[in-house]
Structure formats: structure tokens, C-alpha cells
């Protein structure tokens, strides 16, 4: 794990274009009586601890107090959240982000570490190839031939050279790379789960899937982490299981969840073709135990999702989180699994303080450690982006990211909770995945602007980015 003082200049040797996409509901079915005790007993318990006037005031700590009169350029956030939380600070990035040579000053002077917004999901590693591989090779695998897609890793590479020059060349200030994503119903060509790689023909077998998802982990992370990787020690850890929970049952998301959204098309933005071919969890505990298996021993394995403080969908993750946990074990036999990524992608009103917290805390319970992933806050429903409500807004984006961050600071004083890192999903506003509406789901579904992060179109920092740098 991770240790809370995280030095990335001690950690470890070092050997070594497209939009960013991320990502209420009802009632959870009930089925785990003692998942449901345990979120509400958290629940109670943070309800009682906190009243209305603790609210109001984490969310509206005046200017003094999270601000600093320390000029901006003084400021290094990386060492400021290492002071004030323990912890490191990342930011995801595209490749074309990271071509943005003021996006990479601000990496490169904030932020210790990165997340690739889309380069290292299932899509881009199969080149884009959407309707069908871009080729096919039989390879021998666990004895046997099998035949699998050609992989393209040209774009995570692109990225992974700028980053190593930049650690070889900065030995105590190195960037570590987090990992983004081995399974997800999304960004996962459909061709992916049918028979000879072709969706006109039936759904493969699970035996089969087992094989192809074993497989696929195990040359990706051997590719990235391995022994003979050029990229050996740049990852601190990999989310393996992403967004496998329904925003409408909040229990696993099924091949049904947008009856709107065709099983057949390319990929999908909500439905699940993991689920249509196993009809259970089954895919999610094979890919703990196959990236147990195939990862170094010190790169940490994550489950990320997004919601992840409605109260009922909590109780659906920590369902997920324990039926991991319980078949835990050696490499090669059981899973592992490290902490579990709050992605936070939240509105200007909505969650609460007490249900952020209840479920950091619910969360930890189970799996010990909790990071947040991909935080960003979308913008009020009245703001239009003219010039004369930027203000309001710039206090109002202070004031929710100050909630945060005292939700998360709260929890730590108590020492309730591991709290190892903190990732916001990009760095100026004008990159954010929130600026259009995603075609594989979420994103802008206002068309109106954002201003979702730390820094603003002119890459400078905003109010809110003193809430962390102080």
C-alpha cells in the first residue's frame, strides 16, 4: 500500500486524439443483509456526528481561511497536500494534453502523478479498430493456442517517453503513472466478447471469455509492469474493474441498463456485454485474481466508479468491494485488491458532506484504503458562462471543493480512514471531458460551459485551487 508520506523520489528504480471520458438510482435489491448494516451503521453514525451548522460551514469557509497571501507562483500543490493530507496529488491527461506544453509545466510543477484519460483503456489499446480487430495472431498461452486481437500501445508509449525523460532527467521529482482501465463495460469493442473476434456472430462461451480476459491481462500488465518492461516502475497501481454497478438497481450493472442502447452497437456507454456473456460477478473476481497473478507485488489494484456517494449504490459497491475480498489470496489462486477509487465526479449541490463521508468510511471499511480519482465538479444549472457570473461561480466552486476536502480531512483527524490520494480528471477547464457530451456516456449534458477545475483558460490557478494549495 501506499504509504500516506509518499515519496516518489525513493519509491522505486527507474528503468525505464481523443476527448477525455469518465464517468441516483434506486433502491439496491436486497440480497446482503450485512452489506446494508454496514453502510448504514456508517451512515447513523456520521448523521448523529455531524449537524446542519458543520455543513454550512465546511462549505463556506471564508476567503481568509482557504486562501493564503502567498503569491500563486510560491505555491506547489503537490507539497502542499503532502503537508496538509498525507498524500499524493495526480491529474489525468490525454495525449493531447500532454503535447500542451502550459498543460505540462502545470504537471510538471503540481502534480505528482497522472492518469491517462483514454490511452490505456481496452479501445485504444486495440487501436480503435471499433468494428473489428485491426488483426488477429494465434499465440501459445497457458499451453495452449489461442487465437487473440493485435494490440497497439503507441499511444500510452508516446505519453510513458515524455514521463521517463522527465523522471530520469528529475530524480526527486518524478511523476508515477496510475493505470486506466483492464475491464469496462465501456470503451471495450463489442467485437471483443463474440466468437473469431467478429459481433455477427454468437457470444462466446465463458470458458472462452476466461481465456481472452486472462490473456488480456496478462499482456498488458507484463507489457507495462513486467520484469523486461521498459516501462518497469513508472505505475504505482492499475484500476482493474471499472463502473460495474448500475446507477438504477445500484446492484451489477446488467446488459440492460438503456434499452435504447443496442447490444450490437460498436461499444456501449451503459449496457454490459461482460455481463450478457457471464450473468454474474464472475468476470469481476477472475480479473482480481488474473491481475493478482500477472502485477508485481507492489503495484496496487483498484476498483473506480463513479456515484459513489448516492447511499444506495454505495451499498452496491461495498457489495462488490467484500464478494473481492472475500476470495482473496496468494498470486495465481485469489484476488487482491488495494483500495478502492472514489472517482468524484460531482454537481455544485449534490452529494452531501455527510453521505461523501459515510461513504469514505464505508468504503475503507472493507478494503482498508480509499483514494478519489476523478474529481470534478460540474457547474451550477444557471450558469450560462457569461463573463459577469464567473464570480459567483468561482466562490461556489471554492466553497464545494473546500467541502471536499473537509469531509476528507475530518475522517483522517478521527483516524477512520486511509486516505492515500487525491486525482482531479485534467488541469485547465478548456480540456475537461465535461466541455462536450461523451459518446460512450456521460459528459456535458447541458451544452452550457464548465469550469470544473483547478486552473482556468488561461491556465492560472482559481480560488478554488487554494482550498488544497495552502
Known sequence: MINKKWKFALSLMLSASVLLTACGGKDVQSGNNETSALVSSVETSVSEEKTESME?????????????????????????????????????????????????????????????????????????????????????????????????????????????????????????????????????????????????????????????????ICTVLTHFTGEDSEWKGMFYGWDVVNEAISDASCSYRSDNENPNEKLSEDRHGSNSSWWHVYESNEFIINAFKYANKYAPADLELYYNDYNDSNLDKTQGIVKLLQAVKDEEGEPGVGTRISAMGMQGHYGMENPSYNNIEAAIKSYCKVVGHVQMTEVDISASSDYTGDASQKDEENEKLKKRYNMINFAITAAMKKEEVNFDGITF??????????????????????????????????????????????
Not at 486562501?67 to 502542499?80: G, P, S, V, Y
Request: glycine share 6%; proline share 5%.
Open 425 to 470: 480528471w485534467g488541469t485547465v477547464d478548456h480540456y475537461s471531458w465535461l466541455q462536450s457530451r461523451s459518446n460512450v456516456g456521460g459528459g456535458n449534458t447541458t451544452g452550457l460551459p464548465q469550469m470544473p477545475l483547478l486552473f482556468d483558460e488561461n491556465y492560472e490557478p482559481k480560488p478554488c485551487f487554494y482550498v488544497f494549495a495552502k
Open 56 to 216: 454550512t460551514s465546511a462549505s463556506e469557509t471564508s476567503v481568509e481561511e482557504t486562501e493564503t497571501e502567498t503569491a500563486a507562483e510560491d505555491l506547489i500543490l503537490k507539497e502542499c497536500v503532502e503537508k496538509n493530507l498525507g498524500c499524493f496529488v495526480g491529474c489525468a491527461a490525454t495525449e493531447n494534453e500532454l503535447a500542451d506544453p502550459k498543460v505540462w509545466d502545470i504537471i510538471t510543477k503540481h502534480f505528482n502523478a497522472i492518469t491517462f484519460g483514454n490511452e490505456l483503456k481496452p479501445d485504444a489499446l486495440f487501436n480503435y479498430s471499433l468494428s473489428k480487430p485491426s488483426g488477429t495472431e494465434t499465440v501459445s498461452f497457458n499451453g495452449e493456442d489461442l487465437l487473440v486481437p493485435k494490440m497497439d500501445y503507441s499511444r500510452a508509449e508516446k505519453m510513458l517517453k515524455k514521463i521517463k525523460k522527465w523522471n530520469d532527467e528529475n530524480p526527486d521529482n518524478i511523476i508515477k503513472v496510475r493505470g486506466h482501465v483492464l475491464v469496462w463495460h465501456s470503451q471495450t469493442p463489442e467485437w471483443f466478447f463474440h466468437e473469431d473476434y467478429d459481433k455477427s456472430k454468437p457470444y462466446v462461451d465463458k470458458d472462452t471469455m476466461n481465456k481472452r480476459l486472462e490473456w488480456y
